[in-house]
């Protein structure tokens, strides 16, 4: 098992699953202002998805100066967390602690 790092600022925090990254990634971190819509979204995981989901890849590159590298890596970060992660899971224990 290997173990996921929580990579925000610098932040070298280490869990045993994705579910636990992506809840200290949202209630430890501060929240993430969208360049491209001004939307407020959690740090992390979170704005990887709204970035990737709302926007275009075009959109993502000229509003955060980011180049092919930066997007797959992201796209990278956002398909592994989605292949291990139990979301509903997730979004049920942030929607119980009310940081969602």
């Known amino acids: 098992m290997s173990l ?3 990579g925000i ?3 070298e925090e280490r869990f045993e699953d994705a579910e636990a990254a ?3 990634q949202t209630v430890k971190h501060e929240r993430h202002q969208c360049t491209v819509c001004g939307n407020i979204v959690p740090d ?3 704005a990887i998805r709204h ?3 709302e926007h275009s890849r075009a ?3 000229r509003a955060y100066d980011a180049d092919s590298s930066a997007v797959r890596t ?3 970060v956002k398909q592994a967390v ?3 992660a139990d979301l509903h899971a997730v979004v049920a224990e942030l929607k119980q602690r009310d940081a969602l």
């Open 4 to 6: 996921w790092t929580c």
């Open 9 to 11: 600022g610098g932040c």
């Open 22 to 24: 992506i809840i200290h």
């Open 44 to 46: 992390g995981y979170f």
């Open 51 to 53: 970035a990737f989901e």
């Open 59 to 61: 959109e993502y590159v």
């Open 74 to 76: 992201r796209e990278d």
């Open 82 to 84: 989605e292949a291990e």
